[in-house]
């Protein structure tokens, strides 16, 4: 259970909150959107539903939310709201737009619910306007600063192990050496996670250099002991960038393998408990800090607590992949 920080109630509530996704779509952003505008609804303020991100904000695809609009979504993967990636929002001309557009429709407080790209772009939006804007970390990737967690990456993970599962059918019934690639982008937090939980035979993360050798001694390593078929998890930003190019080098080192690419299978789906429990509170917390006069940062987990981090302090790297937990999973497969 979360340790959950409170807000003082300012004499100058903000009485009109809108919400948008931004981003890559994640399971569980639904649920931040439900807890959002009922929120804000259950405080006496207004809530706005903003669609397709900061495109949408662009263009003025803004409507009034009431609590009916977010009934039966909790289960819901993607995000009813809609979500884009918005090429015009990195122009100071193009966030102005987006200022008209909250400006016009009296909005007194922001909730952007998306990753570390969309919170830079919420950075400015603040900077720009004045107006309180408040971040909720929701990506499968889970690589965002000063925060531990992030909707989604539960799902992905339970996601990406479920698949795995199925392909080790295939890999014992066939003796096969499978590579299996997840997504994440520049983190190998999916697939240190999914290879763990699947018990992969080797991990390869963008983290830490792997060596085709390292690769082939853990397969060799299992053959020796009986072992006719292997399971390798790679993350799609690693050195070899994806399955592909390994499944090349490997071949020419005499190793026939299949690959198997999870793809977006792991961006879709029903959100996990865990998920829907996060977005619940992150989405609650969200409204709480602008209700309480908070102008801007991100709502994360540290250990048990919900914390606030200012945006600025957002922009370093997170502090990574823990290598103690990739010798663990090594060892896991001698
Ligand atoms: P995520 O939020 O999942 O990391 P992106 O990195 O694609 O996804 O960012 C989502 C959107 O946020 C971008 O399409 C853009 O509109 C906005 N954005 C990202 N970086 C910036 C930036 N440096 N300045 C302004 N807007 C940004
Ligand atoms: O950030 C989430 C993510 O799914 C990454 O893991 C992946 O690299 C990227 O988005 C894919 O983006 P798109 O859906 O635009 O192909």
Same mark, same amino acid.
């Given at each position: 259970?979360?340790?959950i920080p409170?807000f003082?109630t300012?004499k100058?509530?903000?009485?009109?909150?809108?919400?948008l996704t931004?981003?890559?779509d994640?399971p569980?952003?639904?649920?931040?959107?439900?807890?959002?505008?009922?929120?804000?609804?259950?405080?006496g303020? +207004?809530? &706005?539903?903003?669609q397709? %991100?900061?495109?949408? *904000?662009?263009? $003025?695809?803004i409507?009034?939310?009431?609590p009916?609009?977010v009934?039966?979504?909790?289960?819901?993967g993607?995000t009813?709201?809609?979500t884009?990636?918005?090429?015009e929002?990195?122009?100071?001309?193009?966030?102005?737009?987006?200022?008209?557009?909250l400006?016009?429709?009296?909005?007194e407080?922001l909730?952007?619910?998306?990753?570390?790209?969309?919170?830079?772009?919420?950075?400015l939006?603040?900077q720009?306007?004045?107006?309180?804007?408040v971040g909720?970390?929701?990506?499968i990737?889970n690589d965002?600063?000063?925060?531990e967690?992030t909707?989604?990456?539960?799902?992905?993970?339970?996601?990406?192990?479920?698949?795995?599962?199925?392909?080790?059918?295939?890999?014992s019934?066939?003796?096969?050496?499978f590579?299996v +690639?997840? &997504?994440g982008?520049h983190? %190998?937090?999916?697939a *240190?996670?999914? $290879?763990?939980?699947?018990g992969?035979e080797?991990?390869?993360?963008?983290?830490?250099?792997?060596?085709?050798?390292?690769i082939c001694?853990?397969i060799?390593?299992?053959?020796?002991?009986?072992?006719?078929?292997?399971?390798i998890v790679?993350?799609?930003?690693?050195q070899?960038?994806?399955?592909?190019?390994l499944?090349k080098?490997?071949e020419k080192?005499?190793?026939?393998?299949?690959?198997?690419i999870?793809?977006?299978?792991?961006?879709?789906?029903s959100?996990?408990?865990?998920?829907?429990?996060l977005?619940?509170?992150?989405?609650?917390?969200?409204?709480?800090a602008l209700?309480?006069g908070v102008?801007?940062?991100m709502?994360?987990?540290?250990?048990?607590r919900?914390?606030?981090?200012?945006f600025s302090?957002?922009?370093a790297r997170?502090?990574?992949l823990?290598?103690?937990m990739?010798?663990?999973?090594?060892?896991?497969?001698?």
């Amino acid at each position: 259970m979360f340790e959950i920080p409170k807000f003082k109630t300012t004499k100058k509530a903000v009485k009109r909150i809108a919400v948008l996704t931004s981003g890559g779509d994640a399971p569980g952003m639904n649920a931040a959107i439900r807890a959002v505008v009922r929120t804000t609804i259950a405080h006496g303020a +207004e809530s &706005m539903g903003i669609q397709r %991100g900061y495109s949408g *904000l662009l263009e $003025g695809l803004i409507h009034p939310m009431v609590p009916a609009s977010v009934a039966n979504i909790i289960q819901r993967g993607g995000t009813i709201l809609r979500t884009s990636r918005c090429p015009e929002f990195h122009k100071a001309s193009g966030r102005k737009k987006a200022i008209q557009t909250l400006i016009s429709q009296g909005v007194e407080g922001l909730v952007v619910i998306g990753g570390d790209g969309s919170f830079r772009g919420a950075k400015l939006l603040h900077q720009e306007s004045g107006i309180p804007v408040v971040g909720i970390p929701g990506t499968i990737d889970n690589d965002i600063p000063c925060t531990e967690d992030t909707i989604g990456f539960d799902t992905a993970v339970n996601t990406g192990i479920e698949l795995i599962d199925r392909i080790r059918d295939t890999a014992s019934s066939h003796d096969r050496i499978f590579l299996v +690639e997840v &997504m994440g982008r520049h983190s %190998g937090m999916i697939a *240190l996670h999914t $290879g763990m939980g699947g018990g992969a035979e080797s991990i390869v993360v963008p983290e830490f250099k792997t060596s085709i050798s390292s690769i082939c001694e853990s397969i060799d390593r299992g053959a020796r002991r009986g072992k006719t078929s292997s399971i390798i998890v790679v993350a799609e930003g690693c050195q070899f960038r994806g399955v592909t190019p390994l499944a090349k080098e490997l071949e020419k080192r005499g190793y026939s393998t299949k690959i198997a690419i999870l793809g977006h299978t792991q961006r879709g789906g029903s959100p996990s408990a865990h998920d829907r429990l996060l977005a619940s509170t992150l989405g609650a917390v969200g409204v709480h800090a602008l209700l309480g006069g908070v102008k801007e940062g991100m709502v994360g987990v540290q250990g048990s607590r919900i914390v606030l981090t200012s945006f600025s302090k957002l922009s370093a790297r997170p502090s990574g992949l823990p290598a103690e937990m990739l010798d663990i999973a090594r060892n896991l497969a001698v």
